[in-house]
């Protein structure tokens, strides 16, 4: 048996997995991040490692004999975090996450360092990235600085609560704009650009090596047996990665889930940050990876629920497909948190236009699935221009449970969407197979393959034509108010 924990944003979700890849058990655990001020966005890892630990507690009275054999714990998480630790593994602030806007003045400044820094960065400077936000605290906040003892990615702090180990892997490190991406090692250039101290860094691993074993107190409340090796894991985008077997040259596949990605695997490192495309490592030795990155993937649509009566997203849903008759005449921009691919935008925010005194709430509904089409659409244009094309993307993500959403999505893209069993829990899957390769040895290749298809959601093309002119109009009205974005925060 194997474990896989995605620390998401909005939920932890843990899968437990045996040796014929079979999902036999889940648990799932909210998680509450705050906006404290415009910008902002931060959550108490203290609250992370309490939700992980509640859920394995129901694993263990749920399926006692299974967790006593577990063999392996693999970890995947929301990247780009930046945690600072004391001295005594004692978080010195909340963690300022991916989605926080707040270091622009830093990442413009750590742009201007020119494109072979960039290049191997892997992308350009952006204020989500850890390295901009070391920047902004010791500008802002020298006492957190001062206090300072170890930096970490928000998975890491479980596997330090884990196995009391300090370490991370080349594919979360490489959201941190620390990371030489070719050579897979820490970038003196960097770290010096960032203010970080060296001597606060984790152990460097790849995503399949074994970084310690659990404690025995830790075993012990579980039920679990000695020796359980806790893998080094990935970042969320490439752990969905490893789940739906995308590890070959051209492999793709689209995330839908809080944020929002489009991934394609690469043999080299190929860089492109003037289009914003993320070119990363990836969880496996000598792939890497390039990305469209999108800071809104599903959220707006658990915003418009809140912003139209809290009903179930279901019921949201069901009401938008019941009157959808094409594409809607509502415009809706969904950058609640800015963007980063195509506009590396932290002050763009949310829009909806064209409403009328006859619009009903199933039309706000339509324009926001619509609008998160619609940037996607701009992702996938982007890796275009950058040499990557698609005819057909894996979907994985929380997003995909809605065949509606998956319609307007790949009409929208004009590309078909392929989901695969347990597309839902795409990173937590594949944190549990980087567990079993970290536990067994085994090649990857035995390990790291396509699950079983579930359904194809071909394109409409009708639609596709239909929403071309919406497409050129949401882009328009971005531009628009580019300036007032601007102007407002």
Known sequence: MFLGIDLGTSAVKINLVDEHQRVVASADRALHPVQPRPLWSEDDPESWWTA?????DQLAAEHPAAMAAVAGIGLSGQMHGALLLDGEDRPVRPAILWNDGRAAAEAAEL???GEAVQA????????????????????HEPETIRRARHLLLPKDFIRLKLCGERATDVTDAGGAWLLDEAN??????????CGVDPA????LVESREPTGTLRPEIAARWGMGTGVVVAGGAGDATAGGIGIGSVHEGDGFLSLGTSAQIFAAAAAHRPDPGRMVHAFCHAVPGMWCRIAALLNGASPLAAAARWTGNAEIGVLLAEAEARFKGPSRLLALPYLFGE?????????????VGLTASTHRADLIQAVLEGVAFSLVDGLDTLAASGTRFERLAFIGGGTRSPFWARIIASAMGVALVKYDASDRGPAFGAARLARLAATGEPVADVVVAPPVQSVIEPDPTLHEAYKPRIEAFRSLYRALKPEFARGT
């Open 52 to 56: 992980v630990a509640d859920g394995l």
């Open 111 to 113: 742009a201007g360092l």
């Open 120 to 139: 191997e960065m892997g992308v350009l400077a952006m204020p989500g990235f850890a390295g901009p936000k070391i920047l902004w605290l010791a500008k």
């Open 184 to 193: 897979r090692r820490w970038s003196p250039t960097a770290l010096g650009a």
């Open 200 to 203: 606060w860094l984790p152990r």
């Open 340 to 352: 980063r691919t195509p506009h590396n935008d932290p002050h763009a925010l949310g829009a909806i």
